[in-house]
């Protein structure tokens, strides 16, 4: 502890402490930073128990500051008082009693500024206590959420998880309907541009029959006025050969006719033959072309309504 000379300024030293313990005993600034998120926890808690170390730290320099202060105004006082009192019994003049009287106030002016010392250190430490105190409360909940965020990360996690693997699954799943789709569409498309190719080949074929028969029912009337021209002709050659109520010409007459006759009916026989034929291939053809039809309806409706469940389902 340093010792005060006697020739020392005695009015500066109170002064001197109370600078000294506005200094030391000043309350103590703990930064405890707000909680702007929760994802920080870890990190707070580390900086919290930097924060705690710091302020231990200042609360045991200050405490040890105070103590030398507080020892150097005890030795101080027992020294002013020691000189008061060899003042006090070698001065025996007013004037040395009042100074006296002066260093007496002056001592109790000490004595209150120690005291005053002595309060603001309790409650420097009681504040350093609490803050301490509600540090440690706030790192506590601060650990507690840090817990359950994890938790809850980890479940997001996981939940993510399980849904980018449903999302992928979903769309393979819509993929390989789309190109089964696709494939089926392309095999209906191309059974209907057989099943018109067809018809109208079909198509095709019957106007070339109604053309042959239209030819040949011109080609029947052709050889019917042909015969008759032809009778004509021969009448006209029988009216000089044969008398016409003769029995010769009769005959012949009656022989040219049913040979013409036959002809005439073995080939309307044929014509109709192949009209018949042709009617029977047109008809099986339009009955094979509208179960065409209905069938590919009955798909195209299929196809829609596969359409609109995946479309729900997706």
Do not use: W
């Amino acid at each position: 502890s340093p010792v005060l000379s006697p020739h020392s300024n005695t009015t500066s030293g109170p002064e001197d402490s109370l600078h000294i313990q506005g200094q030391s005993l000043s309350e103590p600034h703990v930064s405890i930073s707000p909680r702007k998120s929760k994802s920080v926890g870890k990190e707070y808690g580390l900086r919290a128990v930097t924060a705690d170390e710091r302020l231990r730290d200042d609360i045991q320099t200050t405490y040890v500051q105070l103590m030398q202060e507080l020892e150097i105004e005890r030795e101080r006082r027992t020294e002013v008082g020691y000189r008061a009192e060899v003042g006090y019994r070698t001065e025996v003049s007013v004037q040395d009693r009042g100074r006296v009287q002066g260093r007496a106030e002056e001592e109790q002016g000490l004595h209150g500024v120690t005291e005053e010392m002595a309060g603001q250190l309790k409650h420097a430490l009681s504040q350093a206590h609490n803050a301490r105190q509600r540090m440690h409360e706030e790192v506590s909940v601060l650990k507690e959420e840090n817990a359950v965020l994890t938790a809850n990360l980890d479940k997001s996690k996981q939940k993510e998880q399980a849904t980018r693997a449903a999302l992928q699954a979903l769309q393979e799943a819509v993929t390989k309907t789309e190109h089964n789709h696709m494939k089926q569409m392309a095999a209906e498309v191309k059974k209907q541009q057989e099943l018109q190719m067809r018809t109208s080949a079909s198509s095709r074929e019957v106007d070339l029959l109604k053309n042959a028969v239209r030819s040949l029912k011109g080609q029947l009337q052709q050889l019917q006025e042909l015969l008759v021209s032809k009778e004509q002709e021969h009448r006209k050659v029988l009216e000089g050969r044969y008398a016409p109520g003769s029995r010769e010409m009769q005959a012949a007459i009656r022989e040219e006719v049913e040979r013409v006759e036959e002809a005439h009916r073995r080939e309307l026989e044929e014509q109709k033959h192949k009209v018949d034929t042709l009617s029977r291939q047109y008809c099986a053809l339009e009955d094979e072309f509208r179960l065409a039809l209905r069938i590919e309806a009955s798909r195209f409706n299929e196809v829609c309504v596969c359409g609109v469940r995946d479309s729900q389902a997706a």
